[in-house]
């Protein structure tokens, strides 16, 4: 069943250079108790799409027109006071930098004991005891509620932030790169973490640069390119059987440990958004670019149950 759906989202933000158009054009569904990951180079418009769902998107970004369709309610119509009793409760947001998340002049027991206080009603006592039941659930001890955001790791921060988003069981959690400042071992006690939540039920929205990660533990993967989606599969669709220019590109970006294969880069930069290119926006850095590429936008086609890409190649046959 469909938890979230997102509807022709388009996002831009008008600065005095220009309007850059974040996010184009993008649909995408999660459903029930499900993994997606989503890719891509930095200013692909991943973290402004997580953003877009929690209505946090900075000035003079704005939400320029789409749908996005939660539990059959529309967040973006909600007025505030009724969004705000959802978040926390029914969504939650893991950010990449837990330092500047977590209030530095609060205990965390303190910042975990307000998302009870708010949403449960329960006297601050009761709040704090929930709040260390929670930092035993993600790894921490119980004294961790006297502790200042400063005096705990990066690792122990990131696992916090956590405990705070998932402080009431939402139905969605999104984690914005939640592990790109760790180390490799608490890098995976952390995925260890999020994913136990996904099996009590949590779906997971996972914003990540790191394909071999979203490859480990996403049910489907979402590939993003200068704010448009490229690439859309499962994991073994995509890992296995890419089809756009651009997801061949990242996996060839990637070194093979059991492989002879060489490490290929991208030649090129991503556009300005601003003024992105006519046509399909990878074309000016694609091997296999044909006539149709620098002309017309390629519509996103299901090639196989499951599997979309959004290219000229299997619109009109060229592969």
Not at 195 to 204: A, L, N
Request: aromatic share 8%.
């Amino acid at each position: 069943m469909v938890l979230l759906e997102i509807s022709n989202i388009k996002i831009y933000y008008y600065t005095l250079t220009g309007i850059v158009k974040a996010v184009d054009n993008v649909s995408l569904t999660i459903n029930e108790n499900e993994w997606i990951s989503i890719v891509g180079e930095s200013g692909c418009g991943k973290s402004t799409l997580a953003y877009g769902v929690i209505r946090l998107i900075p000035p003079p970004g704005k939400v320029v027109s789409g749908k996005i369709i939660f539990q059959g309610k529309d967040l973006l119509s909600m007025d505030r006071e009724e969004f705000r009793k959802m978040l926390g409760k029914d969504i939650g947001m893991v950010f990449q930098d837990p330092m500047t998340s977590l209030d530095p002049l609060r205990k965390v027991g303190e910042q975990l004991a307000e998302v009870f206080m708010t949403h449960l009603k329960v006297d601050q006592k009761e709040a704090l005891k929930y709040a260390g039941d929670l930092l035993e659930k993600v790894g921490l001890t119980r004294d961790r509620v006297n502790y200042y955001p400063h005096q705990l790791s990066g690792g122990q921060r990131q696992r916090v932030s956590i405990a705070i988003a998932m402080a009431l069981r939402p139905k969605l959690l999104i984690a914005d790169e939640p592990t790109t400042a760790l180390d490799v071992i608490v890098q995976d006690t952390i995925m260890d973490l999020i994913e136990s939540f996904k099996k009590e039920g949590t779906s997971i929205l996972f914003i990540t640069h790191d394909l071999a990660l979203a490859a480990e533990r996403s049910d489907r993967i979402a590939v993003m390119y200068a704010g448009k989606l490229v690439e859309l599969g499962s994991v073994d669709q995509i890992i296995d059987n890419p089809r756009h220019p651009y997801t061949i590109g990242l996996l060839q970006s990637v070194p093979d440990l059991w492989g002879p294969r060489r490490i290929e880069s991208i030649s090129g930069y991503p556009p300005d958004l601003r003024t992105p290119p006519s046509g399909c926006r990878f074309h000016p850095r694609c091997k296999e670019k044909f006539e149709p590429c620098s002309k017309e936008e390629p519509p996103l086609i299901e090639i196989e149950p499951g599997h979309y890409v959004s290219c000229w190649l299997y619109v009109k046959g060229g592969a």
